[in-house]
């Protein structure tokens, strides 16, 4: 059984940086593309960066490009987001997920996600 657990979120003024982790469990973790995605209050679920199985090849979303890193390291099983230079429009809840490597890719499993505010 597929299990992913987020940690990392939290309150944070804008500017200000936190890094997500994801513990994953119950699949060959080195052998998947992973991703993170979001959504924000009101809106639907929006793709934010993929990353492939070896951890060569990144994708993000415009919004987060140079703000954001993706990264993983497989003899842990876990998953990364390094986010920093943080806007009250990155608030949102967080899901790391299987798949998802490129923004039309599929999802095959998310976590229960964590919270991100950005305020000030």
């Known amino acids: 059984q597929v299990h992913l657990v987020e940690s990392g979120g939290g309150l944070v003024q804008p500017g200000g940086s936190l890094r997500l982790s994801c513990a994953a469990s119950?699949?060959?973790?080195?052998?998947?593309?992973m991703s993170w995605v979001r959504q924000a209050p009101g809106q639907g679920l929006e793709w934010v960066s993929g990353?492939?199985?070896?951890?060569?090849?990144?994708n993000y979303a415009d919004s987060v490009k140079g703000r954001f890193t993706i990264s993983r390291d497989n003899a842990k099983n876990t998953l990364y987001l390094q986010m920093t230079s943080l806007k009250p429009e990155d608030t949102a809840v967080y899901y790391c997920?299987?798949?998802?490597?490129?923004?039309?890719?599929?999802?095959?499993?998310r976590g229960q996600g964590t919270q991100v505010t950005v305020s000030s």
């Open positions: 997920a299987e798949g998802g490597f490129a923004p039309a890719s599929a999802i095959l499993n």
């Open positions: 990353i492939n199985s070896a951890g060569e090849f990144t």
């Open positions: 119950g699949f060959v973790f080195s052998k998947n593309a």
